[in-house]
């Protein structure tokens, strides 16, 4: 396995303290940028055109097109279907509100709806009673590394964009997450399942979707005069990319070691445990247990203990809105514990990670 690296101040914790998130960086990443910055070619150049190559091949589309940030490939995907004023977008309440802020990019009208209590992920029943003839896509982010119920959606004949920021690398029924949409959007974030530092992708068997994709990220050098972005990403971040890319199963492997060893270990504990969907494989970008009693007791206890759990959502977009309703959501989100998951922790700290979850529920 790649070995843990603490180069950023950021993550830079004392011993004694387990952040919730920190990336996996190696020494390869590094010669990787440093290559590029050396190399002078620092701009959207050749190796955003490689990454962009080798990660449609990855998830099993035709193409590819790279962005600043998973907020920007989910701008891109919607102005790529043509949405704007007036149309709605359907979307989970029980998400980040990056997924709301580009549906309002568009000034189309988001359509809110609750979620499946056992997985999280948006609700069949809930989209199916959302459609309205306005209805122009629906976004269906796979929360927390647990692919959703896509055949189901993809059966509602509504154009899906799949959110995979948090789930690169699963898969339902054999079939990588991102692969069955329309267009699909993935984020690399610092904290995500591999990372750009920042940046994002969207990706499509449908070779036009992506060429606007690709016309809208860029605005100078155009024979025409639209409104358009500048959401590209640069080489040096295409560099790490690939190179988190070629190792991102060793990546997922750890993550599904780690998992198995709290599923073995929190038995008897007070919360309900992921659950496991036959044909769905986690990933477990994040470990979420759901509590008896309201999460914020126990997050206060966690941290106190120097392990630093989190609310798996910060806010509900619902809440957001002022919307009522929405009980799913509201239960998730007040019972909901998010428990430190990802490859860079250390066999000690696991260990602690174990005992104090143990010791407090």
Request: glycine share 6%; hydrophobic share 40%; net charge negative.
């Amino acid at each position: 396995m790649p070995k843990d690296s603490k180069r950023s101040g950021f993550y830079a914790m004392s011993d004694h303290i387990i952040p919730h998130s920190r990336p996996t960086l190696t020494d390869p990443d590094s010669h990787a940028v440093s290559s590029v910055l050396e190399s002078g070619q620092i701009a959207q150049g050749p190796k955003v055109h490689e990454f962009e190559k080798q990660f449609s091949s990855y998830i099993g589309k035709k193409d590819a097109a790279a962005t600043s940030s998973g907020t920007a490939a989910l701008h891109l995907a919607l102005l790529a279907l043509g949405v704007k004023d007036k149309d709605e977008v359907i979307v989970p309440s029980f998400v980040c509100t990056a997924v709301l802020n580009a549906v309002l990019y568009t000034r189309a009208n988001p359509v809110v709806v609750d979620i499946d209590p056992e997985t999280y992920n948006i609700s069949v029943d809930s989209v199916r009673k959302a459609v309205t003839k306005h209805t122009k896509a629906v976004i269906v982010p796979h929360m927390f590394g647990c692919p959703a119920e896509i055949e189901k959606l993809s059966e509602l004949g509504i154009p899906i964009i799949e959110d995979c920021a948090q789930a690169v690398g699963s898969d339902y029924k054999g079939q990588k997450a991102g692969s069955f949409g329309i267009l699909s959007v993935f984020s690399f974030y610092s904290t995500k399942v591999l990372t750009t530092g920042e940046g994002g992708m969207v990706v499509s068997d449908s070779e036009e979707l992506v060429s606007r994709v690709r016309d809208l990220r860029e605005y100078d050098s155009k024979d025409d005069y639209a409104v358009r972005f500048n959401y590209k990403m640069t080489d040096f971040q295409a560099a790490l990319g690939l190179n988190q890319l070629s190792h991102l199963e060793e990546f997922l492997d750890k993550r599904r070691m780690i998992a198995d060893q709290y599923f073995s270990e929190f038995k008897g504990c007070g919360f309900l445990l992921p659950v496991r969907k036959k044909g769905r494989e986690h990933i477990y970008y994040r470990f979420v247990v759901k509590t008896e009693d309201d999460a914020s007791l126990f997050l206060e206890r966690l941290q106190k203990k120097g392990v630093m759990c989190q609310r798996p959502v910060f806010v509900p977009l619902h809440v957001c809105l002022s919307l009522s309703g929405f009980s799913h959501t509201m239960e998730a989100w007040q019972k909901t514990v998010s428990i430190p998951l990802y490859p860079s922790l250390k066999e000690e700290e696991i260990e602690k990670i174990i005992a104090v979850v143990r010791e407090i529920f």
